[in-house]
């Protein structure tokens, strides 16, 4: 998939290759015999391996001798050695991977293996069905260490403090950071959904954390702000063979334990509680302002008003402008392919339900097919403010215009474009471009204030039920 691993991010500079499942070795395909028995640790890291060798040797044909049929179809030769080269030419040759950890999920085992690239740490991600074939296939730049971070002029020290809380949705614990206005209140709150991928509370991108800067500069002018770790950051590893997840479960029920947190809370005015998304939050944001029921208004940062599949192809297309880089353009052929199969399946042309597509199941975008924003906004009933970056390459002017022709006529509603800013909000010049991501930078003050006004203006909701 991504460098960031996120749906938004479609420059694939890593090989990502989640698909169904992949064959097994000859001998084991004579066999009529299910075994539902996980694959042993042993002859996990066994298999895990041989399939180091084969990239390091860039023998595709034994890889993909791997492959069942389905995953041969979604992954043609052709199109498995653009990936690899792509990466190659990001992170330079594979020099080595260290001894596999192994884990279970259900019936798969999965493995994991650091690799050491010439210019670049990644994870190698496997995982493997009971009888040794491969059912997924990741490689994922290890974290690096996060940029100093110096607080932009708008956060004002001495203004808010700040502790640690815990987001419960179900079974799930996930750490977060309240930034809370120093003074008795009670004061306004919001809660900050991420976009697409295993983001931390920050929503870290290269030298950006757009939700500290959100979180600490709001609280700087009286609004409390409450922002957490992803469920798939925290869980990543647990979650690797999970099939079946849909945006419910990878966002809508932790966003709402965190607005019941965040309304319980002591010193927090329960009638004004505000859900802030970003990318795939905001397109999730009025859905989750439905199921609440008590909000007070919804904010939405770069929000997607098309089909996926739409939002998909503009990206693709992005990739095979003439100013796009070299890498990209090796990324292409690749991301034109799957962002084709999208608008096949959301066009009802699909393949199989067990198929993936960017990293993720059939299942799942036919489930964010089915979550209409534009409708579950006019609906919500509550204050909406609708912000867009001019520059954004990755959810575009074509959304924002989606926006304000669906919500034409609905009271309540504020939308604004800002001509220099791009997806994360930080101010740019020229063509926006992942490289843009790994300067340090700050979402631009006038979001902030313009996010801050809105908060406050916005009338209280109903005194929601305890």
Same mark, same amino acid.
């Given at each position: 998939?991504?460098?960031?691993?996120?749906?938004?991010?479609?420059?694939?500079?890593?090989?990502?290759?989640?698909?169904?499942?992949?064959?097994?070795?000859?001998?084991?395909?004579?066999?009529?015999?299910?075994?539902?028995?996980?694959?042993?640790?042993?002859?996990?890291?066994?298999?895990?391996?041989?399939?180091?060798?084969?990239?390091?040797?860039?023998?595709?044909?034994?890889?993909?001798?791997?492959?069942?049929?389905?995953?041969?179809?979604?992954?043609?030769?052709?199109?498995?050695?653009?990936?690899?080269?792509?990466?190659?030419?990001?992170?330079?040759?594979?020099?080595?991977?260290?001894?596999?950890?192994?884990?279970?999920?259900?019936?798969?085992?999965?493995?994991?293996?650091?690799?050491?690239?010439?210019?670049?740490?990644?994870?190698?991600?496997?995982?493997?069905?009971?009888?040794?074939?491969?059912?997924?296939?990741?490689?994922?730049?290890?974290?690096?260490?996060?940029? +100093?971070?110096?607080?932009?002029?708008?956060? /004002?020290? #001495?203004?808010? %403090?700040? &502790?640690?809380?815990?987001? $419960?949705?179900? @079974?799930?614990?996930?750490?977060?950071?309240?930034?809370?206005?120093?003074?008795?209140?009670?004061?306004?709150?919001?809660?900050?959904?991420?976009?697409?991928?295993?983001?931390?509370?920050?929503?870290?991108?290269?030298?950006?954390?757009?939700?500290?800067?959100?979180?600490?500069?709001?609280?700087?002018?009286?609004?409390?702000?409450?922002?957490?770790?992803?469920?798939?950051?925290?869980?990543?590893?647990?979650?690797?063979?999970?099939?079946?997840?849909?945006?419910?479960?990878?966002?809508?029920?932790?966003?709402? +334990?965190?607005?019941?947190?965040?309304?319980? /809370?002591? #010193?927090?005015? %329960?009638? &004004?509680?505000?859900?802030? $998304?970003?990318? @795939?939050?905001?397109?999730?944001?009025?859905?989750?302002?439905?199921?609440?029921?008590?909000?007070?208004?919804?904010?939405?940062?770069?929000?997607?008003?098309?089909?996926?599949?739409?939002?998909?192809?503009?990206?693709?297309?992005?990739?095979?402008?003439?100013?796009?880089?070299?890498?990209?353009?090796?990324?292409?052929?690749?991301?034109?392919?799957?962002?084709?199969?999208?608008?096949?399946?959301?066009?009802?042309?699909?393949?199989?339900?067990?198929?993936?597509?960017?990293?993720?199941?059939?299942?799942?975008?036919?489930?964010?097919?089915?979550?209409?924003?534009?409708?579950?906004?006019?609906?919500?009933?509550?204050?909406?403010?609708?912000?867009?970056?001019?520059?954004?390459?990755?959810?575009?002017?074509?959304?924002?215009?989606?926006?304000?022709?669906?919500?034409?006529?609905?009271?309540?509603?504020?939308?604004?474009?800002?001509?220099?800013?791009?997806?994360?909000?930080?101010?740019?010049?020229?063509?926006?471009?992942?490289?843009?991501?790994?300067?340090?930078?700050?979402?631009?003050?006038?979001?902030?204030?313009?996010?801050?006004?809105?908060?406050?203006?916005?009338?209280?909701?109903?005194?929601?039920?305890?």
């Amino acid at each position: 998939m991504s460098k960031y691993l996120s749906i938004f991010f479609l420059l694939p500079l890593l090989l990502a290759v989640p698909g169904p499942l992949a064959a097994q070795a000859p001998e084991r395909m004579s066999s009529h015999v299910i075994d539902h028995t996980p694959l042993p640790a042993a002859a996990a890291a066994l298999e895990t391996r041989g399939i180091v060798e084969e990239l390091k040797a860039e023998d595709f044909k034994a890889l993909r001798s791997r492959f069942d049929e389905a995953m041969k179809n979604e992954l043609p030769d052709t199109r498995l050695r653009e990936s690899w080269a792509s990466l190659l030419v990001t992170a330079g040759k594979l020099k080595s991977c260290g001894e596999p950890r192994t884990s279970l999920a259900e019936e798969h085992t999965l493995a994991f293996a650091d690799c050491a690239f010439e210019r670049q740490e990644v994870e190698l991600k496997l995982t493997f069905h009971p009888d040794g074939r491969l059912a997924g296939m990741f490689l994922e730049p290890k974290a690096a260490p996060r940029p +100093a971070w110096t607080a932009p002029a708008y956060v /004002t020290a #001495g203004a808010f %403090r700040e &502790r640690q809380v815990t987001i $419960g949705s179900g @079974l799930v614990s996930l750490p977060g950071t309240l930034a809370m206005p120093e003074g008795d209140g009670p004061f306004p709150g919001v809660v900050l959904v991420h976009g697409s991928g295993p983001h931390d509370r920050d929503e870290t991108i290269g030298g950006l954390r757009p939700f500290q800067d959100l979180a600490q500069g709001l609280a700087s002018r009286g609004i409390a702000v409450l922002r957490y770790e992803k469920r798939t950051k925290v869980y990543q590893e647990e979650l690797a063979g999970t099939r079946d997840m849909t945006v419910k479960e990878e966002v809508i029920d932790d966003a709402l +334990a965190a607005v019941k947190l965040l309304r319980a /809370t002591p #010193g927090i005015d %329960r009638r &004004r509680v505000f859900v802030a $998304g970003h990318s @795939l939050g905001a397109f999730l944001a009025p859905r989750i302002g439905v199921l609440d029921g008590a909000l007070a208004g919804v904010v939405l940062l770069a929000g997607p008003s098309r089909p996926m599949s739409e939002v998909v192809q503009d990206q693709a297309q992005w990739l095979l402008a003439p100013e796009a880089s070299e890498v990209q353009r090796l990324a292409a052929p690749g991301v034109v392919a799957e962002a084709n199969a999208l608008a096949d399946l959301y066009a009802g042309r699909a393949g199989p339900a067990s198929g993936m597509i960017l990293g993720a199941s059939v299942s799942y975008w036919l489930d964010l097919k089915s979550q209409v924003p534009v409708a579950s906004a006019r609906s919500l009933g509550r204050p909406i403010l609708v912000l867009q970056g001019e520059r954004d390459y990755q959810v575009t002017m074509a959304d924002f215009a989606g926006w304000k022709k669906g919500l034409e006529g609905r009271a309540g509603v504020t939308l604004k474009s800002y001509p220099k800013l791009n997806h994360l909000f930080a101010s740019g010049e020229g063509r926006s471009s992942p490289a843009e991501y790994e300067k340090p930078g700050h979402v631009a003050p006038e979001v902030v204030e313009d996010v801050a006004a809105f908060v406050k203006k916005s009338p209280p909701a109903a005194v929601p039920a305890p």
